[in-house]
C-alpha cells in the first residue's frame, strides 16, 4: 500500500513539473517554422485592417453585429445595421444607404426598404423611394370584418405581399402588410388590438393560407460553427422563414488556418488548482484567398493539449452562388474581456480595387 501511495506520490510530483514547465514555454504551433516571436510585430490585428497584394479585410461601420442577404439574381449584398440598411454591390462595394429610424423597416429576407410613406426596390440600379398607392387604415380603428375583407381583396389581387416586422412605425403600434398590385404599392395597417402577431413580430406566420409572396433574399453561412449571418436563424427557423434557402448546401470551402501562438499568460485554471487548462495568446492565421493569402494575428486561446480555439465566424455564399462574388464576412466573438484585443465585431473580406 506504501509503494502505491508512493507511486502516485511521484506521478503528481512529474505532472506538476511538467505544468510549471508549461507555464514558463511558448506555445508553438508553428507550421515548417514559417513565424517566429518577430513575425508577431510584421502583422496587424483584425480592426486596424488587413491586406495582401490583391484582398483586403476591412472592418464594418457598427459595433453590434448585422443581418446580412444575398440576392443571386441581381447580385448585391444587404446589410442591416442598427442605425442603416445599406446595399453593396458583388464585389463589396457601397451603392445605396438609408438611415434607419422608427419609420424604416426591412423586413425578413426581403430585398424592399419600407417608410413610412413608401418603398425603396434595391434589385434597381436607381433606387429611388415609390409612394404607396394607399394606405390603408391609418387610425387603426377599421372593424375586423371590414380589415379581414380587404385584406383578402389585396391578398388575391396582389403580385407580391410581404409582412413587415416592426411594431408599425411607432403611432399606438400595430403591423404593416405590403401588397405589390399593377398599379403600385398597398399599406394596410392592423388595428391597435391586433392579437395574432407573434412574440417575434413574425405576422406572416399568423394568416394561415396567405403566406408571403415575393423573391426572398438568401442568407450567409458559416458552415464550421453552423451559424448564420442574421445573428438569430437557426436550421429550424430557416426552414420555417425562407424554405427555398434552407434547401441550399453551403460547403465549408474556406479555412482560417493557425500558423503560430506565442503564449502570453494563463487564461484559465482548474478550479481550487494552481493547474492551468487555457494559456492566453497571440496567433497569427492565413486565410487563403483564390489567388493569394491574407495574413493577420489575433489573441487567442489555447488548451494545454488540442489546438487554438476559433472564435471566428466566417460566413459564406451557398454552393450554387459561392462563385458569384468574391465577398464574404468574418466576425470574431473573442468570448471574453480579457486579454480581447478590441477587434470584436463584423469584417468584409473582398478583392481590392484593381486586382
Known sequence: MKHVSKYFILLFAIFLLCVALLECITVNSMVFNMFNDSDLNKYHFLKDGVESENYEILPLPDPFPPTITYNPEHNFFLV??????????????EVFSIKKGENIELPNFAHYVFTRNGVYDTTKSSIIEESFKEIVNKNRDMKEKEWNKRFIEFFKSAQEVVYGKEYSMKQDGGFSVYFKTGEG????????????????NALEY?????????????IL???YHETFSDQETIEMMLQEKNPENYKLKYTNQKKIRVRYFKKAGIYEEIAFTPIPILSAGTAIYQIKMKDDVLTFKENAIKPFIGSVQNHFHWYILPDPYFHNSEVSFLELKYPSNWHESGSNGMYIIRRKKGH
Open 80 to 93: 442591416e445595421f442598427l442605425n442603416s440598411i445599406k446595399k453593396l454591390d458583388g464585389k463589396g462595394e
Open 206 to 218: 399568423t394568416f394561415k393560407g396567405a403566406q408571403a409572396r415575393y423573391q426572398k433574399m438568401v
Open 221 to 223: 453561412k458559416d458552415p
Open 185 to 200: 404599392w398597398i399599406n394596410l395597417i392592423t388595428n391597435k388590438k391586433e392579437t395574432r402577431s407573434t412574440d417575434d
